[in-house]
């Protein structure tokens, strides 16, 4: 399996609701790391999993939608935890969107599948990975 990763950060604020989230229920902020990687079986006419290009420009517009928003004030999140996890399948899930939609090239189509790292810290991280 081939791969490419492009990079990019995003920066949040939300809350947390239930007991296991400690002082994380209350407001509080935090700047993600986010990681994407595309994943294909056997590179594209050009020899490429995808354009690294499209790929990075696609992810900074997903993150774009989050970037120096308060989550708990998105209708799309109402009442929901929006955990590291949860995130890195949003991510996920917008960026196969935009492959299904040709954002990423006709090439792109090809992909088998995305997976999406945000990184909280040096020390702790989080991600989903999903076919296309």
Same mark, same amino acid.
């Given at each position: 399996m081939f791969g490419i990763?492009? /990079?990019?950060h995003?920066?949040?604020a939300h809350?947390?609701?239930?007991e296991v989230f400690g002082p994380a229920q209350r407001l509080h902020g935090a700047?993600?790391?986010v990681d994407a990687t595309f994943r294909r079986r056997d590179l594209d006419a050009d020899n490429i999993v995808v354009d690294i290009g499209l790929a990075t420009?696609?992810?900074?517009a997903v993150l774009a939608d989050l970037?120096? /928003?308060n989550l708990d004030d998105e209708p799309a999140f109402a009442?929901?935890?929006?955990?590291t996890e949860f995130l890195a399948k949003v991510i996920a899930d917008r960026l196969a969107e935009r492959v299904?939609?040709?954002a990423l090239g006709e090439g792109a189509r090809g992909l088998a599948g995305i997976s999406v790292v945000l990184h909280e810290s040096h020390v702790a991280w989080a991600s989903y990975e999903r076919s296309l």
């Open positions: 990763t492009v /990079r990019d995003v920066m949040i809350s947390f609701q239930g700047t993600y790391v420009n696609e992810l900074g970037n120096y /928003r009442g929901v935890n929006t955990s299904h939609d040709g």
